[in-house]
Nanobody, 126 residues
Framework: LVLVEESGGGSVQAGGSLRLSCATN????????MGWFRQAPGKEREGVAA????????YYTDSVKGRFTISRDNAKASVYLQMNSLKPEDTAMYYC???????????????????WGQGTQVTVSS
C-alpha cells in the first residue's frame, strides 16, 4: 500500500507564506513524478507544480510561477511546496500525488497520477 501524507496547510493573510510537505513510502520514490494539485469548492482539481525526484526537473502552472517553488529531499522521500506571496485565489485544498508522468507534457493531469494524499487546506484571506 502506497502512503502519501501532506502537511503544512493553514490560514494566512494575503502576501504571506506557507510550506507544504509531502511524504511517501513509494518503493520507486527515487524516480517518480510527484505533483501538487489543488481544488477549490466548485472547481476542478488543478495541477500546481510537479517534480521528478530523479532529475529534479520541475514544472509549474502559470498562475504560481515566481511565487511557488517545488523541491524534494530524497533522503526523506519527501517533496515540498514553498508558497510565497499568497493570494486569496490560492485558497483551496492542496493534494500531493505520486507516480505521474513528468516528461510527456502531462504533469498537470490528475488522471496520470496513481496515489493521492488526503489533502491539506490552505486559506488565504484578503
Amino acid at each position: 500500500l502506497v502512503l502519501v501524507e501532506e502537511s503544512g496547510g493553514g490560514s494566512v493573510q494575503a502576501g504571506g507564506s506557507l510550506r507544504l510537505s509531502c511524504a511517501t513510502n513509494h518503493y520507486h520514490y527515487s524516480r517518480l513524478c510527484m505533483g501538487w494539485f489543488r481544488q477549490a469548492p466548485g472547481k476542478e482539481r488543478e495541477g500546481v507544480a510537479a517534480i521528478h525526484t530523479g532529475t529534479g526537473a520541475s514544472y509549474y502552472t502559470d498562475s504560481v510561477k515566481g511565487r511557488f517553488t517545488i523541491s524534494r529531499d530524497n533522503a526523506k522521500a519527501s517533496v515540498y511546496l514553498q508558497m510565497n506571496s499568497l493570494k486569496p485565489e490560492d485558497t483551496a485544498m492542496y493534494y500531493c500525488a505520486t507516480d505521474g508522468l513528468c516528461f510527456d507534457g502531462s504533469w498537470y493531469d490528475p488522471h496520470r497520477y496513481s496515489d493521492w494524499g488526503q489533502g491539506t487546506q490552505v486559506t488565504v484571506s484578503s
